[in-house]
């Protein structure tokens, strides 16, 4: 479904990613994973066209994607949950929902879609109502998640999705996210938290640097001692 090829991203004259290729197959869950700063988060705005590509390129369902401009992947199919959430603090859950379907022109399929987020996501049922800001961080994680999927996206890009949130939710959220590509939605997922990133992927992509050093199914990264050794104090 995704595919990136020496990817090459310059933010002014600073090298942030030198060498990435990766591949995220349709209906599976792909951890790219790595240190702060080696440029995980970079790589999924130049997805989804946040970040200008410098050299390499980026297809999506066959179709090259790395020239068009941010608006007009959206509707392609592709969805990121940013990193840090970034609500709308001010308004309600529903409406952060509702925003999430801008690109998405029948009212009615909007609000079935809405219906169908607050069965996925019983809290937001609860606080429909509620400002957005006003919720616990697991709370706003999984608003910022069913806001990602009220696009419809083919592929949902996920930065970070266990920053700054109780280890409670953690689970939940990561449990969230396989429900999530159940339905068929495929999962781009880039994380510090290697070992519960690797536990629910199907393939894991190691980025130290700017580049891949490592790739392998989730188990097999988990179990390797490279990856004990320099990312998980085993």
């Given amino acids: 479904m995704l595919e990136i090829k020496n990817l090459k991203v310059c933010y002014s004259d600073v090298l942030a990613i030198s060498d990435v290729s990766l591949q995220v197959p349709e209906g599976k869950i792909v951890a790219l994973v790595g240190g702060n700063g080696n440029g995980k988060s970079t790589t999924l705005r130049a997805v989804a066209g946040l970040n200008p590509v410098s050299a390499g390129s980026i297809t999506f369902k066959g179709e090259p994607i790395h020239r068009l401009p941010a608006h007009k992947r959206v509707p392609l199919g592709l969805s990121l949950v940013p990193e840090g959430r970034r609500l709308f603090p001010r308004l309600t859950v529903r409406r952060n929902l509702e925003l999430g379907a801008f690109t998405r022109a029948d009212k009615h399929e909007v609000a079935s879609g809405i219906d169908e987020m607050l069965g996925l996501f ?3 049922k609860e606080r429909a109502t509620q400002l957005a800001g006003t919720m616990s961080g697991g709370e706003q994680q999984m608003l910022a998640i069913a806001r990602g ?3 419809r996206p083919k592929l949902l890009m996920l ?10 939710f953690v689970t939940k959220v990561l449990e969230v996210i396989q429900q999530v590509n159940a339905t068929g939605v495929s999962i781009l997922l880039v994380e510090q938290n290697l070992q519960k990133a690797l536990g629910i992927a199907h393939y894991g992509y190691v980025i130290q640097t700017g580049r891949i050093v490592m790739q392998g199914s989730g188990q097999d990264l988990l179990n390797d001692d490279r990856v004990k050794k320099a990312y998980l104090g085993l």
């Fill in 122 to 124: 019983p809290i937001l």
């Fill in 149 to 151: 999927l009220m696009a």
């Fill in 159 to 168: 930065d970070e999705p266990s920053w700054g949130i109780a280890p409670k």
